[in-house]
């Protein structure tokens, strides 16, 4: 029996600073830093070969504590969160003291193997959960991040931005020249628009000029067992202009068809399809912020 939980995240940093005085005997200098990410969602449970998918709402919040700017360690705190719809209420815990091992002053890095699960204002180890197998990965130049953990070797938990971006060379997700897709989610409708960059459509013989960016917006949006499908069908979309691409005009000669697309949470990877003007649009790509895939 395999169960897999997926979220989702919006995200915000706050930043404090202190320092021991010269004066006193050497003692690293502690540096604190808070990344909180709220309304996460979208719980799939895979049963079988069936899935019963229900959407859920939890904060989670991540103090890291530096010393020296050279070792840190992570405490991640959950509220609100269930792992199975058949969950009477929702649990929250501390992962405490998780060690990072790779960090630098733009990210850092963390794993467990199995920390330790607390309840909320209690020193004592709370037993009915086991987690193991945690991953993160806080972007801090970018203010997105990433975390996975295992619930009693069943549940698979994974806590992405809202905002889900395609990776680009150098492991960003943003290019000049490069292809890359921005998905935004919105959890009410359960509704997604797709934005893709730097495209170029081939209709027979001809090539389109390099369209800097574009969006599809009203896709539906279907949670699976990996992540989320997507569909849509007769969409008018967006052509954006002006120096900083927010001016967004109307392409009604460049209808989409047969919208079809998914997004792997698991696989760490995205596909488009859909035709428009007489063309086909197929591509798949990674996607950015899933370090955790390679450790």
Request: hydrophobic fraction near 35%; glycine fraction near 6%; aromatic fraction near 12%.
């Amino acid at each position: 029996m395999k169960k897999i939980l997926l979220s989702l995240a919006l995200v915000a940093m706050a930043l404090s600073f202190t320092s021991c005085g010269d004066d006193e005997p050497y003692s690293p200098e502690i540096t604190n830093e808070t990344v909180i990410g709220k309304d996460l969602i979208n719980s799939t449970v895979t049963i079988a070969s069936n899935s019963v998918n229900y959407i859920e709402t939890a904060d989670y919040t991540f103090d890291i504590e530096y010393r020296d700017m050279n070792e840190a360690t992570v405490d991640v705190k959950a509220n609100g969160v269930k792992f199975d719809s058949h969950m009477p209420y929702p649990v929250s815990f501390v992962m405490e003291s998780i060690k990072t091992y790779k960090l630098n002053d733009q990210y850092v890095e963390f794993f467990a193997s199995s920390p330790k699960f607390l309840k909320p204002g209690s020193l004592e180890e709370n037993t009915n959960y086991t987690l193991s197998d945690v991953h993160g990965y806080i972007d801090k130049r970018n203010n997105v991040y990433s975390l996975r953990y295992t619930v009693n070797n069943t549940w698979l938990v994974l806590v992405t931005s809202s905002t889900i971006r395609s990776r680009v060379e150098g492991n960003d997700y943003t290019s000049p020249t490069e292809t890359y897709y921005i998905y935004k989610i919105d959890v009410a409708t359960m509704k997604a628009e797709v934005f893709m960059h730097n495209i170029q459509f081939t209709v027979g013989g001809a090539i389109s000029p390099v369209l800097k960016k574009i969006s599809i917006p009203d896709i539906d949006v279907t949670p699976t067992a990996t992540g989320f499908d997507l569909a849509g069908n007769n969409i008018v979309p967006y052509n954006f202009s002006g120096a900083n691409l927010d001016q967004a005009t109307p392409m009604a000669p460049m209808n989409v068809t047969n919208y079809q697309g998914t997004i792997d949470l698991t696989g760490g990877s995205n596909t488009i399809f859909f035709n428009s003007m007489g063309g086909v649009w197929d591509s798949s790509s990674s996607l950015y912020l899933w370090q955790w895939r390679a450790n």
